[in-house]
């Protein structure tokens, strides 16, 4: 792999593709070219990379000539459709969409828990659900610790999560109610201005959504954890930013409030903000923009053994989505970097 990676952004024009840019420049990602792809009816939008002005071109079969690094956001049809193409073109997929995340030929990575499984990769790489990721950030740590049976949790799911339209529709949706005339719903079955929705994804004949079973289905994955149970209701609030999690964790071992604050202090990617005597606990207005996630309302589930009871939030545009993008693929190079050389022949 090229340490100065020719990078291709799809979807760059959308709510996640437009992170992707940023995170990649504020983390000095070592881009040596970038490409910015997204659907014709972008042509001729510019997007700023590094103070230069990049030009949006067409997504076709022929855009990954060249290309070591492609981000992927631009939902899963594209991804079914163009990732395969582009990992044939040689380049290494990272893929925000749900379309390979359950293939056994794709690992699924967060990058503080399994960034080992990359090394797996066959030229895809997927990139967990937003709300998988929030929760598995401060849960994982605790199942190291204490072995994590099962999980019951509410989502409280940012409208950016849905994309720009839906971001658009809840500022649009708000005028309409402050203005006391109709209220359109357009992307949302139904009003999500001063409303919640419990109802993310398509539901399933069990009665969850898909959205609530990647919770289990990709936690097992991404933990190595086969008998990882959760049991999770999904739900969009009209926040724009950053998701938030309620969730009660059940342990094989006995758990502490003061063992499990010690173990999330030290972990990865989080912060603990758990001051409840000063009404002090995360909140999705201030974990917009963050990279790292932040837990708090750390306490003993009072409704089982081994319980434990915490709420986490985080930005899911970032680690739910672009950031958690390129720090797979920074552990990308660095896993290149640090393979041998290939023997000459002689
Ligand atoms: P475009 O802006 O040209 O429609 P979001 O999730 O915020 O809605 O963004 C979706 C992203 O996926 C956008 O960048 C969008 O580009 C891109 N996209 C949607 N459909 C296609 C397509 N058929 N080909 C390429 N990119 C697409």
């Known amino acids: 792999m090229n340490q100065r990676p020719h990078v291709a952004v799809v979807g760059a024009t959308g709510a996640v593709g437009i992170e992707m840019i940023q995170t990649l420049e504020k983390r000095n990602f070592p881009v ?36 070591d690094i492609a981000l992927f956001s631009a939902g899963g049809s594209i991804s079914r459709e163009y990732a395969p193409i582009a990992a044939q073109a040689g380049c290494v997929v990272i893929d925000n969409s749900s379309a390979f995340r ?23 790489i997927a990139n967990p659900n937003c709300t998988t990721a929030i929760t598995l950030i ?24 849905t994309g720009a339209k839906a971001i658009a529709e809840l500022e ?37 959504t898909k959205e609530e079973m990647k919770m289990e289905n990709e936690g097992r994955k991404i933990m190595h954890h086969p008998a990882f149970r959760a049991s999770v209701t999904c739900v969009r ?5 950053a998701h938030s999690v309620a969730v ?23 912060q603990v903000i758990d001051e409840p005597s000063k009404n002090e606990y995360p909140q999705p207005l201030y974990q917009a923009e ?46 290149f970097k640090s393979q041998p050389e290939p023997a000459l022949a002689v």
């Not at 402050?178 to 992307?187: K, L, N, Q, Y």
């Not at 964790?249 to 972990?267: G, I, N, Y």
């Open 32 to 67: 040596g070219k970038l490409t910015l792809l997204a659907s014709a009816r972008s042509l001729g939008k510019n997007l700023k990379f590094r103070g230069d002005y990049h030009q949006v071109t067409e997504l076709t079969k022929n855009s990954f000539k060249g290309v």
């Open 237 to 241: 609030v009209p926040v724009y930013r």
């Open 138 to 161: 401060a849960l994982y740590p605790l199942h190291r610790a204490f072995g994590c049976k099962r999980i019951f949790a509410s989502s409280y799911q940012a409208v950016s999560g």
């Open 248 to 270: 009660s964790a059940e342990f094989e071992k006995p758990v502490t409030v003061q063992a499990a604050r010690e173990v999330l202090k030290a972990a990865p990617g989080l």
């Open 290 to 335: 963050q990279y790292d996630c932040a837990v708090g309302r750390i306490r003993k589930d009072c409704a089982m053994d081994n319980g434990l009871c915490f709420w986490v939030s985080g930005d899911q545009l970032l680690k739910g989505a672009a950031l958690n993008a390129v720090q797979i693929g920074e552990a990308l190079l660095e896993q």
């Open 102 to 124: 359950m293939d056994n030929h794709v690992p699924l990575v967060i990058p503080e828990i399994n960034a080992a499984d990359i090394a797996s990769h066959q030229g895809i």
């Open 172 to 208: 649009r949706q708000v005028e309409q109610v402050a203005r006391g005339i109709t209220v359109t719903p357009e992307v949302y079955p139904h009003q999500i201005a001063f409303n919640v929705l419990p109802h993310i994804d398509s539901f399933l004949p069990s009665g969850y």
